[in-house]
């Protein structure tokens, strides 16, 4: 059975850190490339950041505007985990992030994602 499975997410302060992890089985994730989106309430699902595939793809890595130098991606492949690192908190971060797997490119619109997992709360508030 293929399926991800998000964790990491949590009530932090404005100005805070969090690890989210987005774990597979059932597939390689290094044969992949792995998107994390959010979704506020109210508010369309957004992408914030991706990882293309390493076979083909050069593993290129991308972030959406609001999160260039705050958060970070990457890849281990001994654990078949990708982790969003996310630092400097804003309030208008809150959202769920779930993570979502593709073949090859990462940089696609959601609905080319094939497998998805099931989101993780991030609440940043003082």
């Known amino acids: 059975q293929l399926q991800l499975v998000e964790s990491g997410g949590g009530l932090v302060q404005p100005g805070g850190s969090l690890r989210l992890s987005c774990a597979a089985s059932?597939?390689?994730?290094?044969?992949?490339?792995i998107g994390w989106f959010r979704q506020a309430p109210g508010k369309e699902r957004e992408g914030v950041s991706c990882?293309?595939?390493?076979?083909?793809?050069?593993?290129?890595?991308y972030y959406a505007e609001s999160v260039k130098g705050r958060f970070t991606i990457s890849r281990d492949n001994a654990k078949n985990t990708v982790y969003l690192v996310m630092n400097s908190l804003k309030p208008e971060d809150t959202a769920v992030y779930y993570c979502?797997?593709?073949?090859?490119?990462?940089?696609?619109?959601?609905?080319?994602?094939?497998?998805w997992g099931q989101g993780t709360q991030v609440t940043v508030s003082s």
């Open positions: 979502a797997a593709k073949r090859h490119v990462c940089y696609a619109p959601s609905h080319e994602y094939d497998f």
């Open positions: 059932g597939f390689t994730l290094d044969y992949y490339g």
């Open positions: 990882i293309s595939s390493s076979d083909g793809s050069d593993g290129r890595i």
